[in-house]
């Protein structure tokens, strides 16, 4: 059973940190793209981060970029999303993604970041 476990949201002050994690289970982790999208409501959902499966290779979104990183380790089969000078822009429903190819993609539950004073 394919399982995808988000953590590490929460409120947090402008220009604040957080690390979200995500733990998977249930398929081969190092043979899946790893994507970080995130959802406002009432908007469409965006993605916000991608790596690779062997996590050579990684892209953001141009609103993220320099402020947040996407990283793996294949050995415990998780991904997490370092998440640097926090705006209240960022606030939202994270969410993890594997993408396998369009007949395997999973998705966790989310995970709520709320950037406020």
């Known amino acids: 059973q394919v399982q995808l476990v988000e953590s590490g949201g929460g409120l947090v002050q402008p220009g604040g940190s957080l690390r979200l994690s995500c733990a998977a289970s249930g398929f081969t982790f190092s043979n899946y793209y790893m994507n970080w999208y995130r959802q406002v409501q009432g908007k469409e959902r965006e993605l916000v981060a991608s790596?690779?499966?062997?996590?050579?290779?990684?892209n953001y979104a141009g609103s993220v970029k320099g402020r947040f990183t996407i990283s793996r380790d294949n050995d415990k089969n998780s991904v997490y999303l370092q998440m640097n000078s926090l705006k209240p822009d960022d606030a939202a429903v994270y969410y993890c993604?594997?993408?396998?190819?369009?007949?395997?993609?999973?998705w966790g539950q989310g995970t709520t970041v709320t950037v406020s004073a």
């Open positions: 993604n594997a993408d396998g190819g369009p007949q395997f993609q999973y």
């Open positions: 790596i690779s499966g062997g996590g050579g290779s990684t």
